[in-house]
C-alpha cells in the first residue's frame, strides 16, 4: 500500500505546478507584450518607436530606460540579486543598468537573473523580417510573428504579409507527392499533403496533436478550416489586357514593357525598348507617301517638256 500524502507534501506538489504554469507563461506571451518590444517616445525628438537603448533617429539616450526581461524602470531591490550594490535606496535611470542586448538593442537591469537568463531567451534573436528582410538594428518599429506562418514580420510590412500569408505555392489543391486532395496545409512551406503522405513512415504520432509538416515540422492544419487561395499568375499571356500594353506588349512582376523601334531619320529601324511600333509605322508611311509624291511631280514635269518638243517639231 502506497503512502498517503501529507497536507503538507499535497501543498507543495500545487506550488510546484502553479510554479510551472507561471513559468510557461511568461515565455508564451506574444511578442507584442514583451517588455523588449513595448512602444517607447523618444525625450528629446518626441517619436514613436521600439524601446531601444538609444533613440533610432536622434540617438539620444532616454532619463528613464526599461529592463527588456523583466521590464522595471526603477530597481528597489535594497540586497540580494542586484550586481550593482545600492543599500538603503532605490535607482532608476542608467544607475540600474546593466547591459545593452544584442538582439532587441534595448537596456537590460543590473539584477543578476536579468543579466544571465535574457540573452538566452530573448524572443527578438534571428528577428529579420520575412518580406525586407531587416533586422531590428536595421528598422525603428516593432517586431510582430504573422499569425499563419509564425514568421517575424516589421511594422511596415505585417499587413499586407498577413493579407497574402494564406496563399499556396500550387495551381491547385492537390498533394504535391500524389494526385489526391490535399486535406492538409503547412503554412510556412505552402504545400498541401493528404492524410497518407503526411506522416512519416517509422514515426509516432501523439494523439490529439497537430501533424507537423514533413518538410519543416511546423504545424499543419486541415485545409478546410483555412480559406486558402492558389497561386496566381500577374504575368503571361492571359494574366494581361491587350488594351492596356497593345498588341506587343507584356508584363512581368507587376512591370509593363512595350518593345518598338526608335522614330529617329538617322536610326530607322533601329530596336529601342520603350517606343511602341505604331510611331515607327506612321513614320514609315508618311516618308514613303513623300516620296510616292515626289516622283508624281518628276514624271509630270517630263511628261510636259516632251509635249513641248513635239510641237515644235511639228511647226
Known amino acids: 500500500m502506497p503512502k498517503k500524502k501529507t497536507g503538507q507534501r499535497k501543498k507543495a506538489e500545487k506550488q510546484k505546478e502553479r510554479q510551472t504554469k507561471i513559468k510557461s507563461a511568461f515565455l508564451e506571451r506574444p511578442l507584442a507584450d514583451r517588455p523588449c518590444n513595448i512602444l517607447m517616445e523618444c525625450d528629446s525628438c518626441k517619436k514613436s518607436q521600439k524601446t531601444r537603448a538609444f533613440c533610432y533617429f536622434c540617438s539620444a539616450v532616454q532619463r ?104 499556396l505555392d500550387a495551381e491547385s489543391y492537390k498533394c504535391l507527392s500524389c494526385n489526391k486532395l490535399g486535406q492538409y496545409s503547412c503554412l510556412r512551406c505552402k504545400i498541401c499533403y493528404c492524410d497518407d503522405h503526411v506522416r512519416k513512415k517509422g514515426f509516432k504520432y501523439a494523439k490529439g496533436q497537430a501533424l507537423p509538416c514533413p518538410k519543416c515540422n511546423y504545424d499543419t492544419q486541415e485545409t478546410k478550416e483555412l480559406s486558402v487561395s492558389t497561386r496566381k499568375y500577374d504575368y503571361g499571356r492571359q494574366g494581361i489586357n491587350p488594351d492596356d500594353y497593345g498588341a506587343f506588349g507584356f508584363s512581368f512582376g507587376g512591370y509593363g514593357v512595350e518593345r518598338g523601334y526608335d522614330d529617329d531619320d538617322d536610326d530607322d529601324g533601329d530596336y529601342v525598348p520603350g517606343h511602341a511600333y505604331d510611331n515607327y509605322d506612321e513614320d514609315d508611311s508618311d516618308d514613303d507617301s513623300d516620296e510616292d509624291s515626289e516622283e508624281g511631280t518628276d514624271k509630270d514635269e517630263k511628261e510636259a517638256t516632251d509635249k513641248m518638243k513635239n510641237l515644235k517639231t511639228a511647226g
Open 64 to 167: 528613464l530606460p526599461v529592463c527588456a526581461h523583466c521590464g522595471k524602470s526603477k530597481c528597489m531591490m535594497k540586497s540580494g540579486d542586484c550586481v550593482v550594490k545600492h543599500p538603503a535606496q532605490f535607482t532608476t535611470g542608467l544607475a540600474m543598468v546593466g547591459a545593452v542586448c544584442d538582439f532587441c538593442e534595448a537596456w537590460v537591469c543590473h539584477g543578476r537573473k536579468c543579466l544571465s537568463t535574457h540573452a538566452c531567451t530573448c524572443p527578438l534573436t534571428g528577428a529579420d523580417c520575412i518580406e525586407c528582410k531587416r533586422g531590428v538594428w536595421q528598422h525603428g518599429g516593432r517586431v510582430f510573428k504573422c499569425s499563419f506562418c509564425q514568421n517575424f514580420l516589421c511594422e511596415d510590412d505585417q499587413f499586407e504579409h498577413q493579407a497574402s500569408c494564406q496563399q
